[in-house]
Structures are given as C-alpha cells and as structure tokens.
C-alpha cells in the first residue's frame, strides 16, 4: 500500500467487516467452485495466499475434511480468519499465517488465489509463474482476477491499468504452463451486491469522511467501472 492509501486502511478495514468474500462472488459460484475443486487426496492440503478472512479456504477444508494454511499480510485479515476458523470448529486443522504472500515457498494440492494476484506485481503473469511454483503438479489453482470485461476509457484504465479480458488471461495461464479447467466472469449482479456490500461497511463509520469516501467510490463505480471492469474465475492444473 501507498501512503495515500494507509490513510484510508480504515475504510477498507471497515468495508471487508460486512463481507462474506472481499471480491464479487455470490453465494451460487461459491459453492459451484467448491464442488468443481475436488482434491487428490484425504491428506492433501490448501494453501490461499492473500486469503482474506479465509471464507473460501475454510468453507473448501470443511467440505473435504482437509487441512490448509492462509496467508495474508494484514493482521487484522488474518485475525478475522482465526477467529471464522474457530467459529467453525476448523481452528485445529486450519492455520492462519501473517506473513508476506511472497516468502511462502511450500507447495500443496489445491491453492487458492482470489482478488490477490497483485500481491506478486501489476499483471497477472509473475503470479501465475509463482503459483505454478506452488501448485503440486496433479493438483489445482483456483485463480480470480480483475480483468476488462469490456473495453476502457481513458480514465478507468488509468485508474485499473493494463488488464487482461477473459481470453487473455486464460492465455497467460496456458503460457505460465496450466491447463484451463474451468474459466468464467462474475455477473453483474454479483459486482453490484459486492460494491454495495463494500460501501455499507463504510457507511456504518457514520463519519463525514466515510460517507464521502463512500460517495466517490459510488460515483467511480456507476459512472466509470461497472460493466467494464470484470473479475475472472480460473481453474487450473499444471499441465
Ligand atoms: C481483495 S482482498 C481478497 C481477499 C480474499 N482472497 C477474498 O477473496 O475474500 C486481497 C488480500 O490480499 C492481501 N495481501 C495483499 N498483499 C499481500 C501480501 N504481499 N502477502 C499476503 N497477503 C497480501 C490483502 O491483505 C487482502 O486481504
């Protein structure tokens, strides 16, 4: 993060409290992804890398009665996954790391990467080099990202920069050496029910600060990115 942006850490702390996943996904393609990952064996492990509060990983650990790790450098994230993990009942097969995405050097058989790609660079090509590392070779990555779902104005990709559609980035997959199982695009019902869930988490600061912060990010979101700004869904195995 700029410095700029540690200024307004407090609303993107507040903005992820109200969320079940920090990213545009709804409960439907939730559960349709964890049934489509399935793992290798009873004893292989997840790894998610900038999990977040670590829905998806603990969700996937419950559905399969598997271990798993997640990492995220954010303290307060990884505190709020210790305590879901807990919550669940999954506290002693589920550990929560804060630490630096990108010191992670052991691989496992599923590994999830949602809304985090940026941690290892501005496009999408050095993460899924990293996490190809990761991945175990008959195992899996489930890989989401921003991506244009349709062309930018100047200001948009100004704002985003130089992402990937669809195609794309299911090519640069296939070039960081997968195989693409499964490649799809959040909805826009799900972007709009994401955007709003973001900015009820600031509204409740009830600050005059928050309430304009919410109000750019509103008025960025209606007139500028939403329609064009899309967010893929990979699933992927080393080829
Ligand atoms: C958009 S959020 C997505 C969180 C989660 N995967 C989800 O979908 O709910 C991106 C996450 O990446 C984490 N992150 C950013 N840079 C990181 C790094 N270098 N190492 C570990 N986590 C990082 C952030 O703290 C944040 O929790």
Same mark, same amino acid.
Do not use: K
């Given at each position: 993060m700029t410095a700029a942006d540690d200024d307004l850490r407090p609303y993107f702390d507040a903005a992820a409290t109200g969320l079940t996943f920090n990213s545009p996904l709804g409960e439907a393609r939730a559960t349709a992804l964890l049934d489509r990952i399935q793992p290798p064996a009873a004893s292989s492990r997840v790894l998610d890398l900038g999990c977040g509060s670590g829905e998806l990983l603990l969700r996937l650990c419950a559905q399969h009665g598997i271990a798993g790790d997640g990492v995220d450098n954010h303290a307060a994230d990884a505190d709020a996954a210790r305590r879901r993990a807990? %919550?669940?009942?999954?506290?002693?097969?589920?550990? $929560?790391?804060?630490?630096?995405?990108?010191?992670?050097?052991?691989?496992?058989?599923?590994?999830?990467?949602?809304?985090?790609?940026?941690i290892w660079g501005d496009s999408p090509a050095p993460a899924l080099a990293a996490l190809h590392r990761l991945t175990n070779p008959s195992g899996t990555l489930l890989f989401a990202d921003s991506?244009?779902?349709?062309?930018?104005?100047?200001?948009?990709? /100004?704002? $985003?920069?130089?992402?990937?559609?669809? =195609?794309?980035?299911?090519?640069?997959?296939?070039?960081?050496?997968?195989?693409?199982?499964?490649?799809?695009?959040?909805?826009?019902? /799900?972007?709009?029910?994401?955007?709003?869930?973001?900015?009820?988490?600031? %509204?409740?600061?009830?600050?005059? +600060?928050?309430?304009?912060?919410?109000?750019?990010?509103? /008025? /960025?979101?209606?007139? +500028?990115?939403?329609?064009?700004?899309? $967010? =893929?869904?990979?699933?992927l195995t080393p080829a």
């Open positions: 807990a %919550e669940l009942g999954l506290a002693d097969r589920v550990a $929560f790391h804060t630490a630096d995405a990108t010191t992670w050097d052991r691989p496992a058989d599923i590994v999830l990467n949602v809304g985090a790609g940026h991506i244009y779902d349709t062309e930018p104005d100047a200001t948009v990709r /100004e704002a $985003f920069g130089d992402l990937p559609d669809l =195609a794309g980035l299911a090519r640069t997959a296939t070039d960081a050496g997968f195989r693409v199982l499964h490649a799809a695009a959040s909805t826009q019902g /799900e972007w709009d029910d994401f955007e709003s869930d973001w900015r009820a988490g600031v %509204e409740r600061l009830a600050t005059p +600060g928050a309430r304009a912060f919410a109000d750019r990010r509103r /008025e /960025e979101y209606l007139d +500028g990115y939403r329609g064009v700004v899309g $967010f =893929a869904w990979l699933i």
